[in-house]
């Protein structure tokens, strides 16, 4: 069993940022990725960002070049550093960990970019 609590959300103005956090029960080395995902009112969760176990990080276009998902190993948590935030960044954001056997997620934290 993995239990994930995200923090970090809340309200910023466009352009500004925030820094996400996911912390986990266990070492985040165990698990073969770690995504962030978000999911905006009325819409499907769709995938943000993810690091695998060897480190290898990938992003959704929308994303790419204004967001940052690092690991800490120490303290078992995983961020989303989020730059140059728009409304349409406006979601819930939930952390997934992910395995061969099952997937855990987070309950999620909210984030509103206001224009």
């Known amino acids: 069993q993995v239990q994930l609590v995200e923090s970090g959300g809340g309200l910023v103005q466009a352009g500004g940022s925030l820094r996400l956090s996911c912390e986990a029960s266990?070492?985040?080395?165990?698990?073969?990725?770690i995504d962030w995902y978000r999911q905006a009112s009325g819409k499907q969760r769709e995938l943000v960002a993810s690091?695998?176990?060897?480190?290898?990080?990938i992003y959704s276009y929308s994303v790419k070049g204004r967001f940052a998902i690092t690991r800490d190993n120490v303290n078992n948590t995983v961020y989303l550093q989020m730059n140059r935030l728009k409304p349409e960044d406006t979601a819930v954001y939930f952390c997934?960990?992910?395995?061969?056997?099952?997937?855990?997620w987070g309950q999620g934290t909210q984030v509103i970019v206001s224009s």
């Open positions: 997934k960990w992910h395995s061969t056997r099952r997937d855990y």
């Open positions: 266990r070492s985040v080395f165990t698990a073969e990725a």
């Open positions: 690091i695998t176990s060897s480190g290898s990080t």
